[in-house]
């Protein structure tokens, strides 16, 4: 009996348990993958495709919990560091049973795929394919389309009935509709509405590039978000945590001009004109509306419901027209019948609340 009961709940636990392998390349992911690839080439960090090739077991797994301590006295870790420019690798705070689990993951994906239950990429979920993005009036609107067909139909009738010029009009107010179903719409809005706006940024920072291929995680620049109102331009000294030695795109044989451009902004720092990079503002609510990211994001509503699929975006654009209206309607959302991820504790509608 008590056989038959563990028997069951160990199947039970299988089945909703990640397997071990998938919790390990998880972690790789949340921990390593900013600045380490297997066989996609050195970032940061060295390419790990093969380290347990070319490195004592006992000392990976060293280096990887006690990180600071290796790069201060270990000889061989010392002359790593000097090969990557000198940028040491973050304490990742891992345990050693964790560091043995992602380096499973590691040697695994160094083979390649690791057969079909266990795929050697893990799927890493992307964040906005469960959201609702806002709607930016990209694509075909279908009913002003059928609109259009519809008025073409009309047109032709009116024409052949020997009306030429109701049917020259017709025609025209046609072709009006049909260019702003395919996409016109998007250029006119209300005075103020600054949706779509995109202006040019003095370095081509690409939040694709970062953010979508490279995954690196939105706190991680603009860590402002959980603990004030603004979310924050990161400030040059982040970025020199990785640029400080990455100075081209992976594969170029030349520095990036982009990128030198702004070390050389960096480089100015402690000089008696020290200089900084003026990032041209995208956002913008007008001063007698109040706006908090902190609440919003400790209630657990992700960035790209307000900000659009931002991981795809090389230039940022803002995706919602930040209007009244747009608040508000999804305050109310946030009560009754709701879609499930806006079914949170509800967004105040009173005056007060965002004009103080
Ligand atoms: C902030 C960037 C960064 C993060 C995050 C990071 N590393 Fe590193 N890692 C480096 C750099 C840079 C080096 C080269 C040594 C140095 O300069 O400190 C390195 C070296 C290594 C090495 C030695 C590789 C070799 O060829 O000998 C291993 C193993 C390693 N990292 C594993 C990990 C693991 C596992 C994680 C995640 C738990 C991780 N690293 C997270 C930047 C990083
Ligand atoms: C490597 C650092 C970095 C990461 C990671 C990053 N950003 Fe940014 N972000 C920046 C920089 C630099 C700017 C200013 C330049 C620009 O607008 O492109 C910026 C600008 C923005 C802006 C517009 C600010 C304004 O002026 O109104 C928004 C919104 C934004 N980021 C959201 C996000 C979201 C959402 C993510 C995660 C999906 C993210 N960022 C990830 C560095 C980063
Ligand atoms: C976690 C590491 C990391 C951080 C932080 C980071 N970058 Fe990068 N960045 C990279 C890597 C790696 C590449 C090369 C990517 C590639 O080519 O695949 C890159 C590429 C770039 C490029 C494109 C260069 C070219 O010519 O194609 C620019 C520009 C750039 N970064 C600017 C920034 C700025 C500005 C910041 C700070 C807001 C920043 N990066 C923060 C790792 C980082
Ligand atoms: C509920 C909607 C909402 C969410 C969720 C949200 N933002 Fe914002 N964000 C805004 C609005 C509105 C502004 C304009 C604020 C202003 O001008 O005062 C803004 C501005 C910004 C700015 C530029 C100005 C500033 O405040 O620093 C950045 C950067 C930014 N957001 C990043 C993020 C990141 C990263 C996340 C996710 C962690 C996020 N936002 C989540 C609505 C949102
Ligand atoms: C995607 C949905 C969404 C959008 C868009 C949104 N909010 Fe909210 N907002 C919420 C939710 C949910 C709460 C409730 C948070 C809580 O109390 O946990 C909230 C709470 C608030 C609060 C109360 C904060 C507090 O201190 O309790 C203010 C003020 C506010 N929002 C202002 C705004 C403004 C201004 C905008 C537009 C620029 C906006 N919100 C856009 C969902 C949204
Ligand atoms: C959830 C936040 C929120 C609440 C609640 C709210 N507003 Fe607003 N209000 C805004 C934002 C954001 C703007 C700026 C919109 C823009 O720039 O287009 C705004 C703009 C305005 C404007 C200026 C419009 C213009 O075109 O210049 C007035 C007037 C106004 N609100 C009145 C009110 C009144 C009255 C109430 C209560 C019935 C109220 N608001 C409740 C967020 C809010």
């Given at each position: 009996m008590i056989k038959l009961l563990l028997l069951t709940a160990l199947v039970a636990r299988a089945a909703e348990a990640p397997s071990q392998f998938q919790k390990d390349a998880t972690l790789f992911q949340a921990k390593c993958a900013k600045c380490h690839t297997v066989g996609r080439g050195d970032r940061v960090g060295p390419d790990l495709k093969g380290v347990s090739e070319r490195r004592e077991k006992a000392w990976i797994i060293g280096f990887i919990t006690k990180t600071n301590e290796y790069l201060d006295n270990d000889h061989e870790a010392k002359e790593l560091m000097a090969r990557f420019n000198g940028v040491r690798m973050e304490n990742t705070n891992l345990s050693e049973a964790q560091a043995q689990g992602v380096l499973n993951y590691i040697n695994a994906a160094s083979k390649g795929p690791v057969g079909p239950e266990e795929e050697a990429e893990p799927e890493v979920q992307d964040p906005a394919s469960k959201l609702r993005t806002?709607?930016?009036?990209?694509?075909?609107?279908w009913p002003g389309l059928a609109l259009t067909l519809l008025m073409l139909a009309f047109a032709v009738a009116v024409w052949q009935a020997g009306f030429a010029v109701p049917a020259a009009v017709l025609l025209t107010v046609a072709a009006g509709a049909g260019y702003w179903s395919l996409g016109g719409r998007r250029y006119y809005r209300l005075l103020g509405d600054q949706q779509g706006y995109a202006p040019a940024q003095p370095i081509a920072y690409s939040h694709a590039q970062h953010a979508g291929k490279m995954k690196i995680d939105c706190l991680y620049c603009h860590y402002g978000a959980t603990r004030s109102d603004v979310a924050g331009v990161p400030p040059l000294s982040v970025c020199m945590n990785c640029h400080g030695a990455v100075r081209k795109p992976t594969g170029a044989s030349e520095p990036s001009a982009e990128i030198a451009k702004f070390i050389s902004v960096w480089e100015t720092?402690?000089?008696s004109a020290p200089q900084s990079i003026q990032w041209n503002k995208v956002h913008d609510l007008p001063d007698y509306a109040h706006f908090s990211h902190r609440v919003h994001v400790a209630d657990n509503i992700k960035c790209q419901e307000c900000h659009g699929p931002v991981q795809e975006m090389s230039v940022m654009r803002q995706?919602?027209?930040?209007?009244m209206g747009w608040c508000i309607e999804c305050h109310r959302k946030t009560?009754?019948?709701?879609?499930t991820h806006w079914k949170r504790s509800g967004g105040p509608l009173d005056c007060a609340a965002c004009h103080w």
């Open positions: 806002p709607d930016e009036g990209r694509g075909a609107s720092r402690l000089s995706a919602s027209s930040l209007s009560k009754s019948d709701a879609p």
